[in-house]
C-alpha cells in the first residue's frame, strides 16, 4: 500500500509537468500560427492586395500546431524515475532514499516488501505528507 501511495506522489508531480509541457507547446504553436499570419498578413499589404489563401492557410497551420503540440506534449510525458530524479534535486535530504524507493520491488515470495523495503518507501512517503512535492513544477 505504501508504494501506491509513492507512485501517486510521484504522479501529481507527473501531471504537473504534463501540463506545464502541454501549455508550453501550445503557447509556441499559437506563436508559430501568428507569426504565420502576420507574414501572410504582409505579404498581401506589399502585393497591393489581399490574399485569399492567408486565411485558411493560417487556419491550417494553427491546427497543425496544435494537434502537433498535443501529441508532442503526450509522447514526452515523465516517466517515474525521471520525477524521482527531480523531486530529489528539489529536496536533498531525499535524495537517496526517494530514488532507492522508487527502484524497490517486493522480495518475499508472497509480493511483498521486506522490511528494510518498506522503511525506505514509508521514509519517502512520509517526506511527501509533509512537502509540497509538486510545487517543484512552476
Request: proline content about 4%.
Amino acid at each position: 500500500m505504501t508504494q501506491e501511495r509513492l507512485w501517486f506522489e510521484l504522479e501529481r508531480v507527473s501531471s504537473r509537468y504534463r501540463r506545464l509541457r502541454y501549455w508550453s507547446a501550445l503557447a509556441a504553436a499559437w506563436l508559430v500560427a501568428a507569426l504565420v499570419a502576420f507574414l501572410a498578413w504582409g505579404l498581401g499589404r506589399t502585393s497591393g492586395g489581399v490574399l485569399h489563401i492567408s486565411i485558411p492557410l493560417v487556419c491550417l497551420v494553427a491546427l497543425t500546431l496544435t494537434g502537433l503540440a498535443v501529441w508532442l506534449a503526450a509522447l514526452l510525458a515523465p516517466r517515474r524515475k525521471w520525477v524521482a530524479q527531480r523531486v530529489a534535486a528539489a529536496f536533498p535530504e531525499l535524495r537517496n532514499c526517494l530514488l532507492a524507493a522508487v527502484e524497490q520491488r517486493p522480495a518475499l515470495p508472497d509480493g511483498r516488501f521486506g522490511f528494510l523495503q518498506s522503511s525506505v518507501i514509508e521514509e519517502a512517503v512520509d517526506h511527501a505528507r509533509h512537502h509540497a512535492w509538486q510545487e517543484i513544477v512552476p
